[in-house]
């Protein structure tokens, strides 16, 4: 038992193991935001909004059909994602040639819109999820006590950012899209069809973010807005890994959750203002982000 | 690289369409308060003044800062507190909340200018949400309860603010006057310059011009009358809130200039009073203010970019 | 004679006009309809002010009642406005509820300007009855001292003697914090510590392994809405009540609790003036109310717009006009209070309306019978006791 600047290493470890919980859903949520922009140069301010339907979709289910978390994790995703096809069909394709900062004001418009039918509807309080049974209670590390259920987000995210940026950038399917992006016409030329591929990453992106939502409704109150609440971070998160860059997305995420618990731990007061200040320092040194390609 | 205003024509002979509007705007500022509610037009008139400063920015240089509320509400504040806590008269409290504002503007543009596009908008939402949080704990501004029953005070000495039509005259002299400046900066040799910024920035800078210094300077003046602008509304509310400073209202900046019109003179004007009628109308049904807003945003992005006046003067074939 | 019949006949017209001019009265009711407090406040307040009309029976005085409502949002700036507005140019007499203490105290200078009335039900701030007390203004329902009070003294006495405190790092926070870490160590109590977090904080995870490596046998939770749903939730996570902790809310209502669900809220200790199923008059109330908010129960918030109403309506009638807010008010204070919800009661020089306080805790699920059965009574907190003693308040009014 040793001491670092007056925290006992206890609570240290406790707080960077908690930081790395959080830093996964960071990861997720940046994830998505990273592939619609780096395939699609979308900048979707809707992302909070969809990660909020993602929690409330998994709400609905339990409460109206008694469909419970584990089926949860995979209905919820199809159909968030499936909604943002709609999304992108109905409004995003018609945007497509302009500046991208319409499509910033546009998806900050829908995500407006979404949030507000939601809180008419349901209100602003919260509602109940509770932690599905098999992942109740936790075990005793020697130096915190870790609920099974923030164990399991950490493993289940960091399988799914492992597997989203394999699929991008070591599948065929993924060197497509990358080529799409960066030349459309020639891949067109090849006989892919580019506004599906588009269509489908955008759907892909936000059915990443449904997936974050089911899985913080569990242990983040389900509020129309929760979504608003954290997309500002999130945002950053991105700005900071590099905004076309899946494995900036995923690793500035674990690490920003690690630097925010030990903020948390130090500074408390400033947690929530460190990652801003961060980002603001990064954009002045390297503008495209640590890991990120200038477009 | 698409543009982000609709190019209007610029024609010298049609200079009259902007006389007339013009004119048409004083009589209406004079003859307000006698038909509407007064206070409500001062409202109104000072978030025009915010929309005007932001369309200076965005509609002329072309750089969308999303963190504008930053110099409208830290004015604001400070404005409040130099006039309850100092005791400054309101002459110069507003006109510290101005200094403040350009101050605060000629640090955040020397950070942000250096970046375009995606990245300065999101430097500047990121400097305006810490500002936020700083607010928030600051005990000068009161945190929640924000800086309340601020006096009016006695302008020069001698008019006293607290008289409702003397304010409503104080207020529309400030922000008529601020508009004509605007108007005088949008169509100087310095304003071109701007617009051919907007344009092609490359461009600009092959002709020879320091591209950066002009932005810093249109980001600075952006800032100062956006800080003009949140000093007057704290005298007329006499309260200074986190409300000011938070992303919505960088956000609803965003909304009454594309609403009423990008790159346009009268534009931001038209776009603030619409949006403020709105919500004071929907205040009795509050639910639905967010979807109304969100609602607006898309169909100004999807079908209405040029905003009403924007669709005016195009229609009219003239500048407005 | 026929002079005299015709200077009868005018006199009796004019006194005739007299006894049957009507007093208008203008209600305003304000508070947040779609955000954070609609549940607690919102409509149903609307609803609570209806029922305080109908049983005022407002015709058999001789006066016309009228309603309105509007949503400030939370704003400080959007309530200044509203309430100007309303006094100036809607002919607004009274304005009540105003959940939001920043709301609350802009809404009771703008009151004071214009000398009309402002009734408070929804805000918590203890200064509407201190420094910033008005001539203008009631606090009805219940404020900060009285929760930090009940519960922090109530819990001691029963043995939570160590405290350790979660405070939302601004003004009101930290004003929970102190008036609460007072009366704990009055009551014989120690704070072992506190960790501040920022306001809107979504994971408490860090927080909560603070508080629970101190071993304090109560975590207070010196911060509201949200924050505090996401502590309690957590909490549950971390299995901080299983580990023998209990969690002190100082500001959490029974919307909450629905919130939360009783899984995860049993057990938590709070305070309130009201409770819908305390007794048979609440219960017919709660009917009545719940016919125009189905689904739905009332808060003490609800209970407390009807009886300020109720009570207005009384003075108003007494005074004969609603314009002079000042002379309302006096009434009002010179009345003592009663009505089917809060019994009887009186209303201080400060402006304060006192009544009794119970200390509440959140049933186990296995003991919910019924929706809405979600507290067990666990203590009484006399009126005369469970609000700040006047000399403590710093109330201009008083100590001038």
Redesign the interface.
């Given at each position: 038992m040793f001491e670092v600047f007056g925290v006992p290493s206890?609570?240290l470890f406790?707080?960077l193991l908690?930081?790395l919980?959080?830093g996964s859903f960071y990861a997720l949520l940046s994830l998505g935001l990273a592939v619609i922009f780096g395939m699609l140069n979308i900048?979707n301010f809707t992302h909070g909004a969809q990660y909020m339907m993602g929690a409330f979709a998994a709400f609905l289910l339990l409460r109206h059909t008694g469909i419970g978390y584990w089926p949860s994790l995979v209905i919820v995703p199809i159909v968030i994602g499936a909604v943002g096809v709609g999304i992108e069909r109905v409004?995003l394709k018609?945007?497509q040639?302009?500046?991208?900062?319409?499509g910033?004001?546009?998806t900050?418009?829908?995500?407006?819109?979404?949030?507000?039918?939601f809180?008419?509807y349901y209100?602003?309080?919260?509602?109940?999820y509770?932690?599905p049974e098999s992942l109740q209670?936790?075990r005793n590390l020697g130096f915190?006590?870790l609920?099974n259920?923030?164990a399991w987000v950490i493993a289940f995210s960091f399988l799914v950012c492992l597997a989203t940026w394999y699929a991008i950038e070591r599948t065929r399917l993924g060197s497509y899209l990358r080529a799409a992006t960066e030349n459309p016409a020639l891949v067109r030329a090849f006989g892919i069809n580019v506004p599906r591929m588009v269509t489908l990453t955008y759907g892909f992106g936000v059915g990443l973010a449904g997936l974050a939502g089911v899985m913080a409704a569990?242990?983040?109150?389900v509020?129309p807005?929760?979504g608003s609440?954290?997309i500002?971070v999130v945002?950053?998160v991105v700005?900071i890994g590099g905004?076309g860059s899946i494995m900036g997305a995923i690793v500035t995420g674990f690490t920003l959750g690690i630097v925010e618990?030990l903020t948390?731990?130090f500074f408390?007061?400033a947690?929530?203002?460190v990652i801003?200040?961060i980002?603001?320092i990064v954009?002045?040194i390297r503008?495209a982000g640590l890991f990120g390609r200038m477009a | 690289?698409?543009?982000?205003a609709a190019a209007t024509p610029v024609r010298r002979e049609t200079e009259w369409s902007v006389a007339v509007a013009g004119a048409a705007l004083v009589i209406l500022v004079i003859a307000a308060p006698f038909v509407l509610y007064p206070v409500f037009v001062m409202k109104a008139l000072c978030f025009a003044l915010f929309a005007c400063a932001f369309n200076l920015l965005l509609g002329y240089v072309g750089l969308?800062s999303f963190g504008h509320a930053l110099y409208f509400g830290w004015a604001g504040y400070l404005a409040a507190y130099s006039a309850k806590v100092w005791g400054l008269p309101p002459e110069f409290a507003v006109g510290f909340g101005t200094t403040a504002a350009a101050a605060a503007g000629l640090i955040a543009g020397v950070?942000a200018i250096?970046?375009q596009?995606?990245?300065f908008?999101?430097?500047t939402?990121?400097?305006a949400?810490?500002m936020y949080?700083?607010a928030l704990?600051v005990p000068m501004t009161g945190g929640e309860d924000g800086i309340q029953a601020v006096p009016r005070g006695k302008l020069f000495g001698a008019f006293d603010l607290s008289n409702e039509m003397t304010m409503y005259a104080f207020v529309a002299a400030v922000v008529l006057a601020a508009f004509f400046l605007i108007y005088r900066i949008i169509n100087s040799p310095f304003g071109e310059v701007l617009k051919a910024i907007r344009e092609n920035e490359q461009r600009a800078v092959s002709l020879g011009y320091k591209t950066d210094d002009y932005k810093l300077v249109a980001f600075v003046l952006s800032a100062t009358l956006a800080g003009l602008a949140g000093s007057l509304k704290a005298l007329v509310f006499q309260l200074a809130s986190l409300t000011d400073v938070h992303?919505t209202m960088s956000?609803e900046v965003?909304l009454m200039t594309?609403v009423g019109g990008l790159g346009t003179i009268f534009g931001p004007l038209v776009g603030a009073f619409l949006i403020d009628g709105m919500e004071n109308y929907l205040s009795s049904f509050g639910?639905?203010?967010?979807?109304?807003?969100?609602?607006?945003?898309?169909i100004?992005?999807?079908a209405f970019?040029r905003g009403i006046i924007g669709e005016l003067a195009a229609r009219l074939r003239v500048r407005l | 004679m026929r002079v005299a019949t015709s200077l009868a006949l005018v006199a009796a017209a004019l006194f005739g006009t007299a006894a049957q001019a009507q007093v208008n009265v203008k209600i305003g009711v304000m508070n947040d309809m779609?955000?954070?407090?609609?549940?607690i406040s919102g409509p149903g307040a609307l609803t609570a002010a209806k029922l305080a009309v109908d049983d005022f029976n407002p015709a058999a005085h001789g006066m016309k009642v009228e309603i309105v409502g509007a949503d400030h949002q939370n704003k400080p700036d959007v309530g200044s406005n509203i309430a100007r507005q309303w006094f100036d140019v809607d002919k607004v007499d009274v304005i009540v509820d105003v959940p939001t203490s920043s709301v609350a105290l802009a809404v009771s200078d703008v009151t004071r300007e214009k000398n009309k009335v402002f009734l408070v039900s929804g805000a918590a701030a203890s200064d509407l009855t201190g420094p910033k007390c008005s001539p203008n203004t009631i606090h009805w329902t219940y404020d900060t001292w009285m929760l930090a009070h009940g519960t922090g003294t109530a819990l001691v006495k029963t043995g939570g003697d160590t405290w350790y405190f979660l405070t939302a790092?601004y003004a009101f926070g930290h004003a929970l914090e102190r008036d609460t870490a007072a009366v704990v160590t009055a009551a014989g109590g120690k704070v072992l510590g506190t960790?501040?977090?920022?306001l809107?904080?979504?994971?408490f995870?860090?927080?909560l392994?603070?508080a629970?490596?101190s071993k304090a046998k109560v975590i207070g939770l010196a911060n509201a809405g949200?924050d505090t749903?996401?502590a309690i939730?957590?909490g549950a996570?971390?299995?901080i009540t299983a580990?023998g902790q209990q969690f002190a809310g100082l500001l959490v209502f029974v919307?909450?609790v629905?919130?939360?669900?009783l899984?995860?809220a049993q057990g938590l200790v709070l305070t309130e003036t009201w409770y819908w199923d305390m007794n048979d008059a609440n219960r017919a109330w709660t009917k009545r109310w719940q016919a125009e908010r189905q689904g739905k129960f009332p808060s003490m918030v609800h209970a407390g717009v009807y009886s300020a109403v109720l009570h207005y309506l009384k003075a108003v009638a007494a005074t004969k006009s609603a314009a002079d807010g000042k002379a309302v008010v006096n009434q009002m204070k010179a009345l003592p209070t009663e009505d089917s919800l809060f019994g009887k009661g009186s209303i201080r020089p400060d402006g304060r309306k006192i009544h009794p306080a119970y200390l509440f805790q959140v049933k186990k699920p296995e003991e919910s019978k019924y929706p809405g059965d979600v507290y067990t009574v666990r203590a009484t907190i006399l009126a005369e006791e469970a609000f700040r003693p006047i000399k403590d308040g710093n109330c201009p009014m008083v100590t001038n």
């Open positions: 206890q609570a406790g707080q908690l930081g919980i959080n900048i409004f018609r945007i040639k302009l500046d991208h900062l319409y910033l004001i546009l900050f418009g829908l995500a407006l819109i979404i949030e507000g039918l809180r008419n209100g602003s309080s919260g509602q109940p509770g932690v209670g936790g915190m006590f609920p259920y923030r569990p242990i983040y109150n509020s807005q929760m609440d954290i500002i945002f950053a700005v905004m618990g948390k731990v408390p007061e947690s929530n203002t801003f200040m980002m603001i954009l002045l503008p | 690289m698409a543009t982000l969308l950070v250096r970046r596009g995606i990245y908008a999101m430097i939402l990121a400097l949400q810490m949080l700083v704990r992303w956000g965003v594309l639910q639905w203010v967010l979807v109304i807003q969100g609602a607006v945003f898309v100004c992005v999807l970019r | 779609s955000g954070l407090y609609a549940d790092d960790v501040k977090h920022p809107n904080t979504q994971d995870s860090s927080f392994l603070q629970q490596s949200g749903i996401n939730k957590q996570e971390f299995g580990g919307t909450d629905n919130s939360l669900g899984k995860t």
